[in-house]
Every structure is written in C-alpha cells, then in structure tokens.
C-alpha cells in the first residue's frame, strides 16, 4: 500500500468516525429529556371516586361541579344538575392524562402559552374539601399552522402542574371540556309543550292573537280574524309545533340583571293531553331569549299508553326548570313569537 493510499483510507475513517459522533449526539439531543416520566399520569395519584368536587376558574369565570347523591350539580347556578355524562367523560380524561412532550419554561413563555394564572385552572378535590390534584390547562397545541387557532380543532394542549411551575407539557387531548361556562355542563332537555290545543301570545306593544283547534286533525281558528283575512296554515303549524322542540341553551344566574321578565311576551298554551303552560320570554340576548315558565295539569289518557308514561315522566324535569330563569335559542321560539300579520295569508299585491 502506498503512501498516497494510507492517507486516503485515514482521512475516510476520521470522516466516518466524525460522522457517527455527530449521528450519536443527534439522536441524544432528540432523545426527550423526561424519559423516565414518559407515559406516567399527568395528574398523579387520582382516583374517580375520590373526587366530589371539580373547580375550573378562568380569568373572569368559576365554575363548581359537585358531586349528590342524586348526581352531578352547578354550584355557580343554585345546584342546577350537570349533565352526568359530561362529568363523567371529564374526569376519565383527567384520569387518562400521560405525561408526553416537555420543555422547561421560564416566566415569559408561561404566559405566552397561558399556563399561569391567564390559563384555566382545573382542580379536583375529595369530599373533604381537600385537593387531589390540579392543572392549569393553556392554549391549545397545534401540529401543523392554523388560521384561526381559536376555531380550529386542537392536536392537544399546552399543560402545567402547579409544583413543576419550570415545565410546560404537551398532552394529546385538546380538553375542549375544561370550561368554565355553565351551557357546556348542563343537559339541553328543555320543557317541551306538545300536541298544542291553544296558543295565545300577549306581546309588550299590546298585539295579542290566539291559535286553538278542537282535536288533533282539526284545522286551526284564528282570533281575532277580520273580514278578507285567512289564516296561513303552515305558519300556525310552525308557531305551535316548535313549542315541541324547544331546547336548553343555558342557565342564568340568580344575579343576571336586564332579563326583560318584568315586561315580557306572555305565551299561554293547553294541549290535547291536559297540561297548560305560561311562559315568559324576556330580552334576547345574542341568540338567546330569557324565560320562566310554569306549568300545570298531569297528562290525560290511558296510563299504560307509552306516549303518556313518557309526558308523566317529564313532570318532575319541568318541575325543576320552573324554578330558574332560562335560556332558550331564538331559533327554537321565532315561529311562536311571529306578529299577528305574519300567520295571515299574504294578497297577491303583497306576495309581488
């Protein structure tokens, strides 16, 4: 072997031998640095059923779950049930949490990601009152660029533990529950009017009309009705049909102010079955209107009959919900709430 080729095979070896250093400090330096925690709960040492209280507060909101006897209920909204099932489905996630991707961070990074006190503040305690853990929940995670992160579905979230304040982690779950808004926890089954017999509507301005038929196939009168007026059928179906498909949008507290329940919409209505309700709808808010209702009578019929087991057992939901101001989406009440001249039959000169 020559000297030219010595040479050449030492300098292919130092290359090679350089290359696989660099290869070996690569792969340690994207070797993540919280392997012996990888996979291990997040939130540690929690059990479901030690949990009877879970407090979620964001910066200008607090929300309290507390664990009954009979369920689930909202502190904030006068132990108002929360929807089981959402409770439930929160805490297996908590439960479910593993400790994935983290990065030391330092104070600024902590807020621009929202895991200090701008974030949401998640904590489970026992029956005791004492806490079983906590997380601050921050913005979400996304693995790809987004345009509008608030809209767009989350990869995962940006998490903290309150005793690893130097730590950000980055977890799978977007956690879209961890909210403190009393509508993403309560169960939307509002009260629902059916088989409509009467309908009356009083509206603050002083119009009143009022919709009744004598059986369930009947056609629908209309009161008062002058000369050269008819009723448009499908509006009165509409106006009382969707009393039957009203929805729970939220809550109110006991504190909201401007409900426009002291001058409201009165709505009063009898169905076939023998119930009556008077409702009323206050100012609208957004998308949503304010209401009371109360209701009276118990269903009419043969008791075996399946139809009237299932409004018998609806009495004591609409028994609880007479006791809040509600809120309810426009949606569901703007064929109710039509002015007198839109259930008529429009002219010819008109429909032009």
Do not use: C, H
């Amino acid at each position: 072997m020559n000297a030219r080729i010595a040479l050449t095979l030492v300098v292919l070896l130092a290359i090679l031998g350089g290359g696989a250093l660099v290869y070996q400090y690569q792969e340690k330096a994207q070797r993540p640095g919280n392997v012996a925690t990888l996979g291990k709960p997040l939130v540690r040492d929690l059990k479901a059923a030690d949990i009877a209280a879970i407090r979620i507060a964001e910066p200008k909101a607090t929300l309290t779950l507390q664990r009954k006897d009979d369920g689930w209920v909202i502190a904030e909204r006068r132990g108002f049930p929360a929807d089981v099932n959402k409770v439930r489905e929160f805490v297996l996630k908590a439960l479910e949490l593993k400790v994935g991707q983290s990065e030391p961070i330092g104070d600024k990074d902590r807020a621009r990601l929202n895991v200090d006190a701008s974030g949401t503040q998640v904590e489970f305690a026992g029956a005791d009152g004492k806490p079983l853990g906590k997380l601050v929940v921050g913005k979400k995670y996304f693995k790809r660029e987004v345009d509008n992160p608030e809209k767009a579905a989350a990869d995962g979230r940006f998490v903290s533990l309150p005793d690893e304040a130097g730590t950000v982690y980055v977890i799978s779950d977007p956690l879209t529950q961890a909210s403190a808004k009393s509508a993403d926890w309560i169960e939307r089954t509002s009260f629902q009017v059916e088989k409509v017999k009467t309908l009356e509507v009083k509206r603050p301005d002083g119009e009143a009309w009022k919709l009744e038929r004598a059986a369930d196939n009947a056609d629908w009168k209309l009161s008062p009705l002058k000369p050269g007026e008819k009723l448009n059928t499908g509006s009165a179906n509409a106006a009382t049909y969707s009393l039957s498909m009203l929805e729970l949008a939220d809550v109110a507290p006991d504190d909201a102010k401007d409900t426009g329940l002291d001058k409201p919409t009165l709505v009063q209505a009898s169905t076939l079955d023998g119930l009556a309700y008077d409702i009323k709808v206050g100012r609208l808010e957004g998308d949503r209107y304010f209401v009371r209702f109360s209701s009276s009578g118990t269903p009419q019929g043969d008791e075996n009959d399946e139809r009237i087991k299932k409004l018998r057992g609806r009495l004591p939901r609409e028994k609880l919900l007479s006791d809040y101001v509600l809120l309810i989406p426009k949606s569901k009440l703007d064929d109710t709430l039509k002015p007198r001249a839109e259930l008529l039959e429009r002219k010819p000169d008109q429909k032009k």
